[in-house]
C-alpha cells in the first residue's frame, strides 16, 4: 500500500512524526505497536490543533479525506486520542464510509445478513451520534430493519443517508471535536485532573473486518489479573461481532483452555499462540502490563488497539517490581510508577471492587480499610462487645479521648461530626482502623439507640460497613480483600530507601504502635503524644487527683504515682526502638479533657476523691475554657503547673538510665508543644536541666538528652530564629499550624469543608493536604530563620501532613530533615520521600 502524508492527517508509520502531546496517548501507542511489527491496520491521527479548528468550523479538504479511503476496503473508525487515556473523549464510530455501494460489495464477500448488520449498525449510530436523532426511534431489528432506518432518517432529516464517505467522515470528525468541548466532558475530564483545555486528537483507522466466513471476530486480551497482578491470561474473544454489528453464528469465548468453557485457544492454538507473542512483545517494548484489542479475520489477526490495563493497587505495585526485576524497567522507574496513596490500599482490608454495595451515607476518608461490625453507640458497649468476641463499629456524633478504650474495642469508627484531624481520625488512624468522621448525612439518636441513614433506620445491633478509603457507609457485610504486605510490597519500599534523602519517623504513643512503627521500618519515633498514656484505667484517677490537688505538695504526690508508670511507658518505647530516636513530646492537652462533664461521671468522681460534688462540680467548671484550643493547654500549662513536665523528664532520664543499661544507648528527644515565645522555652529548659542535675545526682550516671520545639504556632515559626538558638530541633506541628493560621477549628471544620472546597474556597481540606501558600509560607520562612540562626538543627514535620505525598514533596522541597507519621502512613511516606527525592 503506498504511504502518504496528509497535511492534517499524519500516517502512523514507524518513523512519523507523532506526539503525545499534538496527537494524543492513542496515536503515540499505535506507533509503538508498528514499531514492534504488530499487525495495527492503516492508521492516520490527526493532531488536537486540527480537531480544535475543526470544532471551529473547518472542514478538512476533501482530497485529503479522499485520502482515507482505498479501494476495496472501505471503511474506517474513529476514536478519541487525548494525552492522558483516563481523560475519556467522545464515543468511537465504527464503519464509517459505509454506503449503497459498499454495502452491495461487502454482502458479496461476507454474505448479506453480515452486509446489513454493519450498515444498519453505521446508520444507527450516524443518525444518534451525528445527526442527533431520538435513540429509540433508531432501535430497529429484525430483516426490514436497514431499509427502516435508511427511509426514517431520510423522513427525519429531509435528506437522503450520506453516501459520499468523505461527507460522511467529515461529520464524523465534526461531531467528535465539538462533543469534546461540551460540558459534560469537559467536567468528566477535569474531573481526572485534565486541564479544561486539554487538547484532543482523533484517529482515523482501517477496519479489519470481524464479520464474514471462516474464524472471525474481536476481542480484547490482557496478562495479568487485575485484582491481583498476577500472570494470567483474561479477556474475551467475541466470534461474529463487529463493533455492534452482530453476524449470524455469533459466539463468545475465554480466551485461554484454563476458563471453564469454550476458549480461543481450543479453537485456534496458532492465533492464540500469536497473541502470546505479541503480549509478551508489547509489553516488553511498550515496558508496561498492556490491555490488548484484536480483530479476527478469517484466521488473521489485525491488532487494532492497546491500552494499559486497568488495576488495582496491589495489581500496579507487583506490576512495577515484576518489570524491575525483569530488567524491563528500573528500579527508579518502578518507585515512580506507583501512586504513594495506593499503598494503603495493601495495608488494610479493603471491600472487593467487585461487590455489590449499598451506600447509606457519605463522610470524610478519615482512616482508610474496610471492616464490617455490629452497631454500638458507646465506649463501654464497644468494650462489651469485643468481650464478646463480637466485631463492632463505634458511633458517635464525635469521640472524646474517654473513647479510646472504646475505639480500641471496636473493628471500625463512624463519627456525625468532625474532620480530618479531629480526635476520632488521628486516632483511628493511629490505629490502623477504618474510620469515617463528618459523616453529616446519618443522625444519631443515643436514647433510641438507632441512626437514620439513608432513608433507613439502623439499631443498636445491626451490622454496617465502614469503607475507611472511600468514606461511604455500607449496609451489612461486604466481601473484603485481606491485606498484602507480600514481597512485591517489601521490595518496592526497600528500593525507595535506598534512593531517598529524607528520613521517615512515626508518631506513636505506645509500645503497640511502635512495634507497628518498627514493622513499616520507620526510622525512628518522631512525636510521641505522652497525653494518651494518662486514659489508661490507672492513670486516670491520679492525673484526677493532680489536677484537683490543693497545694504543689498534694499535686505532686499524685504525680509521684504517675511517675514509675511513665518512666515504664518511656523505657518501653527506648527498649522497642533499639537505639533509634524517639522524642517524647511533654503533656499537651488541656486539663479538663480528662474530666468527665455529665452528671453520673461527676458523681462517681466526687464519690472517689471523697469531695462534695458541688465542690467536683465548681472545679471543673472553673477549668472549663471559651477555646480550650488556644487556652491553657501546651507550654502554658507545662509553666503554669510544672510538677507534670517536671515528673514527665524525670520518668523520661531515669528510662534512658536504664534502657541505657540493657541495651543500646539513648539520647531521648524532649519537645515542648505549642510554644509562641522564646522565654517559654527558656524557662521549660531551665526546669528540665535542674531535673537532669537531680537525675544523674541521684543516679550517679550521666546522660544526654537533645531538647526541641514544636512549631504550632504562627508566632513561633516568624521567631524560629531565636527559638532555634536554645533547641537542637523544630518539628512543624502543622495541624495546630493549619489551624491557627487559617482561625479554623480543627474539630469543627468537618462541618463547612465539603461546602468550602465543593465551591473552591479551599482547593483542598488543609488539614489534608499542607496548604503550601499560606501554611506553607510559614514554614518556609521558620525553616530559613532557624537554619540562619542554627545551621546545625535538625527540623522535621509531625502533623497529618507528614504521611501525606503532596506534603511530603513540599518538605522535601522546603529541606526538612525528616517527616513523622502514624504508623500506618510510613509506607506511603517512604514511597514518597523517594519520589520527591528523584
Ligand atoms: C500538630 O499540632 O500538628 C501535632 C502534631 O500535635 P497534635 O496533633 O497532637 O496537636
Ligand atoms: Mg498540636
Known amino acids: ?289 498492556m490491555q490488548i484489542e484484536f480483530v479476527i479475520t478469517d484466521g488473521r489477526i489485525s491488532i487494532i488497539d492497546a491500552t494499559r490495563v486497568q488495576r488495582s493497587s496491589r495489581a500496579s505495585v507487583r506490576v512495577a517490581v515484576a518489570l524491575a526485576r525483569e530488567g524491563i524497567i528500573s528500579t527508579a522507574e518502578a518507585i515512580m510508577r506507583v501512586e504513594p496513596r495506593a499503598l494503603t490500599d495493601l495495608l488494610h482490608h479493603q471491600v472487593d471492587p467487585r461487590a455489590p454495595r449499598e451506600v447509606l451515607a457519605r463522610g470524610i476518608n478519615a482512616s482508610p480499610g474496610a471492616a464490617t461490625g455490629r452497631i454500638v453507640f458507646s465506649a463501654s458497649a464497644a468494650q462489651a462487645a469485643a468481650a464478646r468476641d463480637e466485631a463492632c463499629v463505634l458511633v458517635r456524633r464525635e469521640t472524646v479521648p474517654e473513647d479510646i478504650r472504646g475505639m480500641h474495642a471496636s473493628v471500625a469508627v463512624l463519627t456525625e461530626r468532625g474532620g480530618t484531624t479531629s480526635h476520632a481520625a488521628v486516632i483511628a488512624r493511629g490505629m490502623g482502623k477504618p474510620c469515617i468522621v463528618g459523616a453529616s448525612g446519618i443522625s444519631i439518636d443515643s436514647r433510641a439507640r438507632t441512626i437514620r441513614a439513608g432513608g433507613r433506620v439502623l439499631n443498636e445491633g445491626d451490622e454496617i460497613t465502614i469503607d475507611g478509603t472511600s468514606g461511604e457507609v455500607l449496609a451489612g457485610s461486604a466481601a473484603l480483600l485481606g491485606p498484602a504486605l507480600d514481597d512485591s510490597f517489601n521490595q518496592l519500599l526497600d528500593w525507595a530507601d535506598a534512593e531517598s534523602d529524607m528520613v521517615v519517623r512515626a508518631n506513636a504513643d505506645t509500645a503497640e504502635d511502635a512495634r507497628m512503627a518498627l514493622n513499616f521500618k520507620a526510622q525512628g519515633i518522631g512525636l510521641c503524644r505522652t497525653e494518651h498514656m494518662f486514659f489508661d484505667g490507672e492513670r486516670l484517677p491520679a492525673m484526677r487527683e493532680m489536677i484537683f490537688a490543693d497545694t504543689p505538695e498534694d499535686r505532686r504526690l499524685a504525680l509521684e504515682r504517675i511517675l514509675p508508670m511513665q518512666r515504664q511507658d518511656f523505657g518501653e518505647l527506648f527498649e522497642i526502638m533499639a537505639g533509634l530516636p524517639v522524642t517524647i513530646r511533654l503533656f499537651d492537652p488541656p486539663l479538663h479533657e480528662f474530666l468527665p462533664h455529665d452528671r453520673e461521671g461527676l458523681h462517681e468522681l466526687a464519690q472517689s476523691l471523697d469531695l462534695p460534688l458541688s465542690d467536683v462540680t465548681r472545679r471543673v467548671d472553673a477549668l472549663s475554657e471559651f477555646n480550650p484550643m488556644l487556652g491553657m493547654r501546651g507550654v502554658r500549662l507545662g509553666i503554669t503547673v510544672p510538677e507534670i513536665y517536671d515528673m514527665q523528664a524525670r520518668a523520661i532520664f531515669e528510662a534512658t538510665i536504664d534502657s541505657s543499661r540493657s541495651g543500646d544507648p539513648v539520647v531521648p528527644e524532649i519537645m515542648i508543644p505549642l510554644v509562641s515565645a522564646m522565654r517559654e522555652v527558656e524557662l521549660v529548659q531551665n526546669r528540665i536541666d535542674a531535673v537532669a542535675a537531680a537525675v544523674r545526682n541521684d543516679r550517679r550516671v550521666d546522660f544526654t538528652y537533645r531538647l526541641g520545639v514544636m512549631v504550632e504556632t504562627p508566632r513561633a515559626a516568624l521567631r524560629a530564629g531565636d527559638i532555634a538558638a536554645h533547641c537542637t530541633f523544630l518539628s512543624f506541628g502543622t495541624n495546630d499550624l493549619t489551624q491557627m493560621t487559617y482561625g479554623l477549628s480543627r474539630d469543627d471544620a468537618g462541618r463547612f469543608m465539603g461546602t468550602y472546597v465543593g465551591q473552591g474556597v479551599y482547593a483542598e481540606d488543609p488539614f489534608h493536604i499542607l496548604d503550601e501558600d499560606g501554611v506553607g509560607e510559614l514554614l518556609l520562612t521558620g525553616v530559613q530563620r532557624a537554619r540562619s540562626q542554627n545551621r546545625k538543627i535538625t527540623i522535621s514535620v509531625c502533623g497529618e501532613h507528614g504521611g501525606n505525598p503532596e506534603s511530603i514533596a513540599f518538605c522535601h522541597a522546603a529541606g526538612m530533615n525528616y517527616v513523622s507519621c502514624s504508623p500506618f502512613r510510613v509506607p506511603v511516606a517512604r514511597l514518597a520521600a523517594a519520589q520527591a527525592t528523584l
Open 1 to 289: 500500500m503506498e504511504k502518504r502524508d496528509l497535511p492534517d492527517l499524519t500516517e502512523i508509520t514507524a518513523d512519523a512524526a507523532v506526539d503525545r502531546a499534538r496527537h494524543g496517548w492513542r496515536a503515540k501507542c499505535l506507533q509503538r505497536l508498528v514499531r514492534i511489527d504488530l499487525p495495527v491496520p492503516r492508521s492516520f491521527a490527526i493532531p488536537a490543533a486540527t480537531v480544535s479548528s475543526i470544532a471551529a468550523g473547518h472542514r478538512l479538504p476533501v482530497d485529503q479525506l479522499h485520502g482515507v479511503f482505498v479501494e476495496g476496503n472501505g471503511l474506517v473508525s474513529v476514536r478519541p486520542s487525548a494525552v492522558k487515556p483516563d481523560w475519556g473523549g467522545p464515543r468511537t464510530v465504527l464503519n464509517v464510509g459505509i454506503n449503497d455501494q459498499v454495502h452491495a460489495q461487502l454482502a458479496k464477500r461476507i454474505g448479506q445478513d453480515n452486509a446489513d448488520a454493519i450498515y444498519l449498525n453505521f446508520v444507527q449510530s450516524y443518525a444518534t451520534n451525528i445527526a442527533r436523532l431520538d435513540p429509540e426511534m433508531f432501535s430497529q431489528d429484525g430483516p426490514d430493519a436497514l431499509a427502516e432506518a435508511l427511509k426514517l432518517y431520510q423522513d427525519e432529516m429531509e435528506a437522503p443517508f450520506p453516501q459520499d464517505p468523505v461527507i460522511q467522515l467529515a461529520e464524523v470528525l465534526r461531531s467528535m471535536a465539538r462533543a469534546w468541548d461540551g460540558p459534560t466532558a469537559r467536567l468528566l475530564r477535569q474531573a481526572k485532573g485534565a486541564p479544561a483545555d486539554a487538547p484532543l486528537g482523533l484517529v482515523v483507522q482501517d477496519m479489519a473486518p470481524a464479520l464474514g466466513p471462516g474464524l472471525c471476530g474481536s476481542g480484547t486480551i490482557q496478562f495479568i489479573d487485575s485484582v491481583t497482578g498476577t500472570p494470567r491470561v483474561t479477556g474475551r474473544f467475541r466470534g461474529q461481532h463487529h463493533g455492534g454489528a452482530i453476524g449470524a453464528g455469533a459466539q463468545t469465548l475465554y480466551l485461554n483452555r484454563d476458563e471453564r468453557g469454550p476458549s480461543l485457544e481450543e479453537a485456534s492454538p496458532e492465533l492464540f499462540g500469536d497473541l502470546l507473542r505479541f503480549g509478551i512483545a508489547a509489553r516488553e517494548r511498550l515496558r508496561e502490563e
